[in-house]
């Protein structure tokens, strides 16, 4: 039996969107789903404990930082990722690709793998796919990111296409080195930049390799969100039906619906956790910059429509204060909001899927939101 597999519940009939059910080693996840990012074995800021309580049931490991440190052979003697943050449900590691392309002028790519810089003691270090399966391998986590690259924004169509047939060689790198096992999964991912004969095709390839599921890179690097979502238009109808479909790096709330409803599964990103810890919230009225006096003397949560700890028992002024005065309770109050305004967002999404009104509620959330879309 696969490690990882998808069960379709529903379709849209007026979209793509899909209603599932991803079966892991360590839990069932309703999908469509948002996965918070825990780069260093956390979530910046939380406990297992509130990510759980904020209804978070999978999370994303960074292979490139936990390679560098603490090291993947100490986390394989703590008994893996899991045992070693505490963290009993869900775990998406990355192949540490994007991290390594981002260094630019400190590494080198070549066909074996890429070599680079330490970003932490400039050390020199090596990442080819078999060496990033090792470390995920040791890590532990349920799903196993193959090793790509990332292409970058904007690009030519000749780069663009040598880099997306580099990845592909990667991919059947990386399957080869993942042993047989019901313990974890290996994603591929789609790259090909902005092109759509090169999306097509890295997406016909990759599939042709039967994995557990297909990841789309290389957007949300520069490109406007319109370009971002004729890619997906032009990519997504090249996947497997019963597979799930990862859209990577991708955590607006207006994204997350677009990509929904162009039949992603699965995403993951930074931005509400940053944005958290540099003062600004998202609420269901769009964003709000607390760190602004305007909210020195607002004693309102939030958002009232919100259920989180940080709306329940706190205002505005007293976020404002803290963050002000640069009091990590501040930031963890934050982080906390967004994540769990993402996750209701989410849910909002799936029972709009279930209910058949999914395009009246993207309509309601983006006037309200205030997006022109």
Known sequence: MAAVSLEIIKKDSQTKARLGKLYTPHGVIDTPVFMPVGTQATVKTLSPEELEQIGAKIILGNTYHLFLRPGHELIRR????HQFMNWDRAIL???GGFQVFSLGDLRKITEEGVEFRSHLDGSKQF??????IEVQMALGSDIVMAFDECTPYPCTHDYAEKSAQRTTRWLKRCKDTLAA???QALFGIVQ?????????QSAREITELDLPGYAIGGLSVGETKDLMYEVMDYTVPFLPENKPRYLMGVGSPDALIEGVIRGIDMFDCVLPTRIARNGTAMTRFGKLVIRNAEFADDFNSIDPTCDCYTCKNYSRAYLRHLIKANEIFGLRLMTIHNLRFLTNVMREIREAIQ???LLAYKQKFFTEYGYEK
């Open 78 to 81: 703590a008994g893996g990722l």
């Open 93 to 95: 590691t990355d192949s």
């Open 127 to 132: 990442l080819s796919p078999e060496k990033s």
């Open 181 to 183: 096992t019901d313990k």
């Open 192 to 200: 090909g930049g902005m092109f759509a004969n090169l999306r097509k």
């Open 355 to 357: 209910e058949g009104n």
